[in-house]
């Protein structure tokens, strides 16, 4: 069955360090999203990507970076890691390139604590 | 992107109807109005959406009045295992969107 699949699932790192979250989906979508979830926030879009070679900015992208070099894969990248950046983080996919509105599947999450 | 707002917590029990309104009152014309549920630890699943009037799923119904500034979502007689947290998205069908999810109803089910 197709999956959308991330890791680690959960990851406690330092201040300053880069780190890199997995994301990985066997829809063969074409649309990817990184979110994460803080109480009181609700979920807010970091990057999303439409496609291969094609990556943008979301609602918090500070601190952060993606690249898509193919269909499967979004990774996310904490350049240099913060406290703030500690947080529930969800990956998710769609079909349908270039449309937010189609259903998103979304990933297991990943919980990173920065020290 | 329209602003949504939909009660912060409810309460229900076993076996009754539950709505759950959100208000959109700046929807533009090509917006969609999408629900997800979320259980604790995991990522969020797609309910219903909907563009007005009724659309109804095997979960649940998504009823748009004709001005579309406001949506209810309806679950028919709830148990237990739909105590979750409920977001209305209101969105475009094109990019440069910050689709946002809000913080959601907190919907407790008591036996």
């Known amino acids: 069955d197709a999956e959308i699949t991330q890791s680690p699932r959960h990851k406690i790192t330092e201040t300053g360090r880069q780190v890199t979250l997995a994301c990985h989906q066997t829809w063969n979508h074409n649309n990817m999203f990184w979110y994460r979830q803080d109480l009181g926030h609700g979920l807010r879009l970091i990057h999303y990507?439409?496609?291969?070679?094609?990556?943008n900015k979301g609602e918090v992208s500070d601190g952060y970076s993606v690249s898509r070099s193919n269909t499967e894969d979004l990774p996310l990248t904490l350049e240099s890691a913060a406290s703030s950046q500690t947080s529930v983080y969800f990956c998710?996919?769609?079909?349908?390139?270039?449309?937010?509105?189609?259903?998103?599947?979304f990933g297991p999450g990943t919980r990173l604590t920065v020290l | 992107l329209a602003k949504t707002t939909q009660p912060i917590s409810m309460d229900s029990y076993e076996g009754q109807e539950v709505n759950i309104t959100c208000s959109h009152n700046?929807?533009?014309?090509?917006?969609?109005i999408t629900w997800y549920q979320q259980f604790p630890s995991q990522g969020p699943r797609f309910i219903i959406q909907?563009?007005?009037t009724k659309v109804t799923n095997e979960v649940a119904s998504l009823f748009i009045p004709a001005d579309r500034k406001s949506s209810t979502l309806s679950l028919p007689r709830v148990s237990l295992s739909d105590t979750a947290v409920y977001y209305c998205?209101?969105?475009?069908?094109?990019?440069?969107?910050?689709?946002?999810f809000g913080t959601g109803t907190r919907l407790t089910i008591i036996p």
């Open positions: 998710a996919s769609s079909e349908h390139r270039g449309s937010m509105r189609n259903e998103q599947f």
């Open positions: 700046n929807i533009a014309t090509n917006d969609y």
């Open positions: 909907g563009y007005k």
């Open positions: 990507s439409y496609g291969v070679q094609d990556t």
């Open positions: 998205l209101v969105v475009g069908n094109f990019g440069n969107e910050k689709l946002t």
